[in-house]
């Protein structure tokens, strides 16, 4: 079964500063796709970024970039210049045929 | 961009109740429509897929008769929790996508169960 973890619980980051929230997964399929969705407080999931595992290129949206590295199966997204509208709990997906399976969460602070 | 509804966003029900919970896709078809549920500060579990038309496919340790899944139609898929117990209180999302499993997933503001 696929595994996702997300070692940090908690992070905090100044605003305008960047902060890097780490993943990591576990899987013996070639074929997949790697996401990142923001939960802020209103608990609506919202995409931030994906990734598919057979493009070598790190997908980037605006402020967030992803560092994606297969052979090691990490999966880190970077926020650029924090806002405080970023403030929410972040998680890593991983997804192949039907199953989304998700992290355990990272909450992010962001300190004005 | 697709957006995904769920109602309603809030219920409180008596135990030993049912409670229906409707998920639409506002602006697209969704050939499959998920069902999650989120404990406070944690992660979300799937609970079941569900393909319209089809029976739904549910996950390793969801009850099926306590948790009924309709996906009657390309916009609508309905999550009833029968017989409702304190236990259950959690918080109930959906997630809906177009075609295969390439396409990106879109989530539901969720709903909040309380079963007094």
């Known amino acids: 079964a696929q595994t996702v973890t997300q070692s940090q619980p908690e992070m905090s980051v100044q605003e305008a500063e960047t902060v890097t929230l780490s993943c990591t997964y576990d899987?013996?399929?070639?074929?997949?796709?790697l996401f990142w969705y923001k939960q802020p407080p209103s608990r609506q999931m919202i995409l931030v970024i994906r990734q598919e595992a057979y493009k070598q290129q790190n997908a980037t949206e605006n402020r967030f970039s992803v560092n994606f590295q297969k052979a090691a199966k990490s999966f880190s997204l970077k926020i650029s210049d924090s806002q405080l509208g970023d403030a929410a709990m972040y998680f890593c997906a991983y997804r192949s045929a039907e199953k989304l399976t998700f992290g355990t969460g990272t909450r992010l602070t962001i300190i004005p | 961009g697709a957006v995904v509804s769920q109602h309603p966003s809030w219920v409180i029900c008596k135990s030993g109740t049912s409670v229906k919970i409707e998920c639409r896709s506002l602006?697209?078809?969704?050939?499959?429509m998920f069902w999650y549920r989120q404990f406070p500060k944690q992660s979300l579990m799937l609970m079941a897929t569900s393909n319209e038309g089809s029976k739904a496919t549910y996950e390793q340790g969801v009850e099926k008769d306590k948790f009924l899944i309709n996906h009657a139609s390309l916009t609508l898929s309905t999550l009833t929790v029968t017989s409702a117990h304190p236990e259950d209180s959690s918080f109930y999302i959906c997630s809906a996508r177009v075609g295969w499993y390439q396409e990106t997933q879109y989530f539901g503001p969720g709903t909040r169960l309380l079963v007094l």
């Open positions: 602006d697209f078809q969704a050939t499959t």
């Open positions: 899987t013996s399929e070639s074929d997949y796709y």
